[in-house]
């Protein structure tokens, strides 16, 4: 029960699952393996992505990780399914784009759904979009390059707003109501994304996969009982203690 719970991202997005994990269970260990060497993984072919998973999947368990948090939308996308048939002997928790939540908030509405091109291109997305495609009008919006830009660091400024207003442009006449944060780096940069796209809901898969991880841990009978804060080790494949301490930043934000 003490083992730590593995949790993985392409670099420093999936502190933000990280955040709402520690947020529920706070008495747990983690051990986060940002793979800042190979970012962004959301440009790559998928074959290649399912490997890099595979490995940070395998390094975790290697580590004794009781169960793995593939905190990355495209890791998800790609790579969920066969890992979860590969390691049967852990609970392997998925990230998706929190659309169920963006339906439920407002009745007939416009989505706009922001992803990589992986993720929103893959299988997984579009049966989850055409799930919900009678309920309200969805937008599927990839960003390239995106999360590479909040892996250096840019988080707000001139430069990311103008990737963002060149982004929104062909939306200009839509009345968006919500925005779904496809990819786990994305929630670093909510308040620019508020600034340029103006008054709309926001929804991401953080506190959706915290919930998911705490039911499979239960039923794993794998929770942690321990009254003691856990303690959360943040290794980087960079060997970088500049990227280590980013995502120390971003955790406590
Ligand atoms: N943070 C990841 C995601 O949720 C991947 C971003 C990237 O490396 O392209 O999709």
Redesign the pocket.
């Known amino acids: 029960m003490n083992r730590p719970i593995g949790v993985f991202?392409?670099?420093?997005?999936?502190i933000s699952i990280l955040k709402e994990l520690v947020k529920l269970m706070p008495n747990e260990n983690y051990i986060y393996m940002g793979?800042s060497a190979?970012?962004?993984?959301?440009?790559?072919a998928a074959e290649e992505v399912q490997k890099l998973a595979t490995e940070n999947v395998e390094k975790l368990i290697s580590m004794d990780a009781k169960a793995v948090v593939i905190?990355?939308?495209?890791?998800?996308?790609v790579a969920a399914e066969s890992l979860r048939k590969k390691h049967p002997e852990i609970p392997i928790i998925g990230?998706e784009p929190a659309l169920k939540p963006a339906v439920l908030h407002k009745e007939n509405s416009v989505i706009v759904v922001m992803?990589?091109p992986?993720?929103l291109h893959e299988h997984k997305f579009h049966d989850l979009m055409s799930h919900y495609s009678d309920r309200a009008e969805i937008i599927s919006l990839p960003c390239h390059n995106?999360?590479?830009m909040?892996?250096k660091g840019i988080l707000e400024g001139n430069e990311m707003e103008a990737y963002l207003k060149e982004l929104f442009k062909p939306l200009k006449n839509k009345k968006i109501d919500s925005v779904v944060l496809?990819?786990?780096?994305?929630p670093f940069i909510k308040k620019s994304i508020l600034k340029v796209f103006g008054n709309v809901a926001i929804f991401d898969g953080g506190e959706g996969t915290a919930r998911e991880t705490k039911r499979r841990l239960e039923e794993d009978g794998t929770l942690s009982h321990s009254n003691k804060k856990g303690k959360i080790t943040i290794l980087n494949s960079l060997n970088s203690n500049e990227q280590i301490k980013f995502s120390q930043k971003l955790l406590y934000l």
Do not use: F, Q, R
């Open positions: 991202d392409s670099g420093v997005g999936g793979d190979n970012a962004p993984y959301g440009s790559k905190a990355c939308n495209t890791a998800t996308s990230v992803g990589t992986i993720t995106l999360a590479a909040i892996e496809g990819c786990t780096h994305y």
